[in-house]
């Protein structure tokens, strides 16, 4: 692992972690939507999902198909040519996990793909428009939470994700003298 790598992997790897495992605490078997699978977040995103055993649906461009399907991604959706709210069946998935997406999505598709009473929308972008469905959300637990910089992280989270660094099990996605 680069110093470049090494340097970013802290922050992505304990975002997409907590989003995962603390607050979605994703199961073996269950389908999680990762928007933006080719982001920093994304990328750790798509390994640690996987390694939970989860079915992992990514989005991206074409440019960067390749890649989220190296990274671990089950299926791999080209948002410059298909809306996965189009392609994706009705109430199929677990866990959405926005990295960087649109947060507006939730409004916009997400309650329609997501299961029914179950599923979890989780972003990492700050979402500054009110849920325009109350009805929805008076017959559905729904869990919004935001992740920042200033999050203290569970000494387990820590030294399980460096652990899984350290072994070459996680990669960052990197592009010549920068991560992205």
Excluded at 92 to 116: F, H, M, P, R, T
Excluded at 165 to 173: M, Q, Y
Aim: one cysteine or more.
């Amino acid at each position: 692992m680069s110093w470049n790598e090494a340097a970013g992997a802290p922050l992505a790897g304990q975002t997409s972690w907590q989003a995962i495992h603390t607050h979605d605490k994703l199961q073996e078997g269950q389908r999680v939507l990762i928007l933006g699978g080719s982001s920093d977040t994304g990328a750790l995103a798509i390994q640690i999902a996987r390694a939970a055993g989860a079915e992992v649906i990514a989005t991206c461009s074409s440019r960067n198909t390749e890649l989220v399907k190296s990274l671990g991604a089950d299926r791999v959706i080209d948002y410059t040519e298909d809306k996965w709210s189009d392609v994706l069946a009705e109430h199929s998935i677990d866990l959405i996990y926005d990295c960087g997406y649109d947060a507006a999505s939730w409004n916009d598709v997400a309650q329609n793909v997501l299961k029914e009473k179950t599923g979890i929308f989780v972003t990492i972008l700050t979402v500054d428009k009110l849920i325009e469905s109350p009805q929805y959300l008076a017959e559905h637990p729904a869990d919004f939470c935001g992740l920042d910089g200033d999050s203290k992280p569970v000494d387990l989270n820590s030294t399980v994700l460096g652990i899984i660094v350290g072994i070459g099990f996680l990669r960052r996605r990197c592009c010549a003298d920068h991560c992205v």
